[in-house]
């Protein structure tokens, strides 16, 4: 158990709706990140907070958007979902950023009908 | 093309034979993560490298970094089932922690 915690961790919804994936980082963990895999793209970073503020945006579409609340969990919301939104999401923590170790959750897997 | 390549991209080795995952980068190394993942689950942290020439081991895994060649390799002596699974490396490569992946190794081992 990496102490990240993820929900959930199944969702299948339908073209065109609006889902919200949830990340609660391991105790302390002030960096939070997000990241999709496909079978297609691998593991492709989307983004990143620090403590409340936006840190580094990667192949984040517009349609998808995060924030980190001020007890630190993390929330990503993906909105006019298509079928190639299909992927596992996963949330990562890290205690600071740069130079410690990212820990990672067990991942949301969003299949989009 | 990659900015992390990883070779083999997939790999099946007897039970008890040693092997080699390598990790190459086309950009400057700030750290690089190795994590171990079963399929559809979460990514497993394995190690982590940041010094040019460090290396470290956990258990029949060993991990290098040559930062010269900006490249890194697994190692895994006296390969188990166990050991099954998709290994991935990470890399830190704008020095803010977010990291870049490699297309995963996909390791079986034949009992």
């Known amino acids: 158990d990496s102490g990240v915690t993820q929900t959930p961790k199944h969702l299948i919804t339908a073209t065109g709706q609006r889902v919200t994936l949830r990340c609660s980082p391991r105790s302390g963990d002030l960096s939070v990140y997000w990241y999709q895999q496909s079978l297609d793209q691998g593991l492709q970073f989307l983004i990143q907070?620090?403590?409340?503020?936006?840190?580094a945006k990667g192949n984040i579409l517009e349609r998808f958007s995060a924030q980190q609340f001020p007890d630190l969990h993390s929330e990503l919301n993906l909105s006019s979902l298509e079928l190639g939104d299909s992927a596992l999401y996963f949330c990562a923590s890290s205690t600071h950023g740069e130079g410690t170790e990212a820990f990672f959750g067990q991942g949301t897997r969003l299949t989009v009908v | 093309s990659q900015e992390l390549e990883q070779s083999p991209q997939s790999l099946i080795v007897q039970e008890g034979k040693n092997l080699t995952i390598n990790c190459t980068s086309s950009?400057?190394?700030?750290?690089l993560y190795w994590y171990k993942q079963k399929y559809g689950e979460g990514l497993i942290f394995l190690m982590m490298?940041?010094?040019?020439?460090e290396e470290k081991s956990h258990e029949k895994i060993t991990a290098k970094l040559d930062e010269k060649k900006q490249q890194s390799s697994l190692h895994i002596t006296a390969s188990q089932p166990s050991h099954a699974g998709i290994y991935l490396c990470?890399?830190?490569?704008?020095?803010?922690?977010?990291?870049?992946f490699g297309q995963g190794t996909e390791l079986s081992v034949k009992p």
């Open positions: 990470g890399a830190d490569v704008n020095q803010g922690g977010k990291l870049i």
């Open positions: 950009k400057t190394l700030y750290g």
């Open positions: 907070y620090y403590n409340g503020e936006e840190r």
């Open positions: 490298l940041q010094k040019g020439g």
